[in-house]
C-alpha cells in the first residue's frame, strides 16, 4: 500500500511539474513583452490631441519634409523640416513637432521657434522601430495647425 | 554635478555678417536610452536616459526651447536658424531625464 500511495503521488507530482511549466514560461515571455513597452508610451492620434487639443490639422504643401525613402539603419534617419511661412513679429511659425506613427511613444521632438529664428527650419535625427510614416506638425502664430506626412522604409529597426 | 557630456555648438557658415541667417547646429555625445534595451554584458535591462529640454539662448534671452523624447537618435544633433543682429554669446542649456544639467556656448563675431 505505501509503495502505490508513494508512486502516485510522485507522479501526481510530476503531472503537476509539467502542466505548470509551460504557464510559467508565458508569464515569463509575457513580462519580457511588457518590459519591452518604453516608460512614456504614447499613440499618434493621443499625441495629436495633446498637441492640437483637439482641433486637428490640415494637410499642406506649405512644408517641405525631407526624410529618406528607404532608410536602412533605423537607429539614425536624418528628418528635415521646411516651413515655407514668413516669421515676423505678428505672423510666424510658433512650433515645430516631429511625430512617427509606428514608434512605442510617437513623440519625437517639440520645437518652439520665436521670429529670431528668421526661418521656419529645424533638423535632426530620429530612431524608427519598422516601416512607417513620418509626421511634421507645425503650429502657425494664429493658433491654425498644418501637418504632413512622409512614408519611410526602415530595412533594420533601430529599437532596441 | 554630473559628468561633463563632450557637446559642440556650430554656426554654418563660418563667415557671416550682421543680418545674415546662419544655421545653428548643436550635437552632444549621449547614450539616449529607450528604457526597451538589454545590456549584452550584465542581461539587465537599460533605464531610460535621454535629454529632455534643450534651450537655445542668445546673450541669455531665449529664441528656441525644445522639448524632446527618446526617439531621438543616440548623440542627438539639432539644427535651427538664426538672424545675426549682433556680437554676443549663444548659449544651449540641456538637460535630462535624470537631472544631469549641462550648457555650451559660442561666441558670435559678425565680420563686416
Known amino acids: ?160 | 554635478m554630473a559628468e561633463a557630456r563632450k557637446s559642440m555648438v556650430k554656426i554654418k557658415p563660418k563667415k557671416y555678417k550682421v543680418g545674415d541667417v546662419v544655421k545653428v547646429d548643436f550635437i552632444v555625445i549621449h547614450p539616449m536610452d529607450t528604457g526597451t534595451t538589454k545590456n549584452k554584458k550584465t542581461g539587465k535591462m537599460k533605464p531610460a536616459h535621454y535629454i529632455d529640454n534643450i534651450t537655445f539662448s542668445f546673450d541669455g534671452k531665449p529664441f528656441t526651447t525644445m522639448k524632446v523624447w527618446e526617439s531621438i537618435s543616440t548623440n542627438p544633433y539639432f539644427s535651427v536658424n538664426y538672424k545675426i543682429t549682433g556680437k554676443g554669446k549663444i548659449t544651449v542649456d540641456y538637460t535630462d531625464n535624470q537631472g544631469e544639467k549641462n550648457s555650451k556656448s559660442k561666441k558670435i563675431k559678425p565680420k563686416g
Open chain 1, 1 to 160: 500500500m505505501e509503495r502505490r500511495k508513494f508512486i502516485q503521488s510522485i507522479f501526481t507530482a510530476s503531472a503537476v511539474a509539467v502542466v505548470g511549466m509551460p504557464t510559467g514560461v508565458f508569464a515569463e515571455e509575457a513580462k519580457k513583452k511588457a518590459s519591452k513597452k518604453g516608460p512614456n508610451d504614447m499613440s499618434f492620434d493621443e499625441a495629436l490631441k495633446a498637441i492640437t487639443s483637439d482641433k486637428g490639422a490640415k494637410e499642406s504643401d506649405k512644408i517641405k519634409l525631407t526624410v529618406p525613402e528607404i532608410a536602412e539603419n533605423g537607429a539614425v534617419v536624418p528628418v528635415k523640416v521646411n516651413v515655407d511661412y514668413p516669421m515676423e513679429e505678428n505672423n510666424y511659425v510658433k512650433a515645430i513637432h516631429v511625430l512617427n506613427k509606428g514608434n512605442g511613444n510617437s513623440r519625437c521632438a517639440d520645437v518652439i521657434l520665436s521670429p529670431s529664428n528668421a526661418k521656419g527650419y529645424f533638423a535632426t535625427r530620429v530612431k524608427l522601430s519598422k516601416t512607417q510614416d513620418v509626421v511634421a506638425l507645425v503650429e502657425l502664430s494664429d493658433g491654425s495647425f498644418i501637418q504632413t506626412a512622409k512614408s519611410v522604409k526602415v530595412t533594420i529597426g533601430g529599437c532596441g
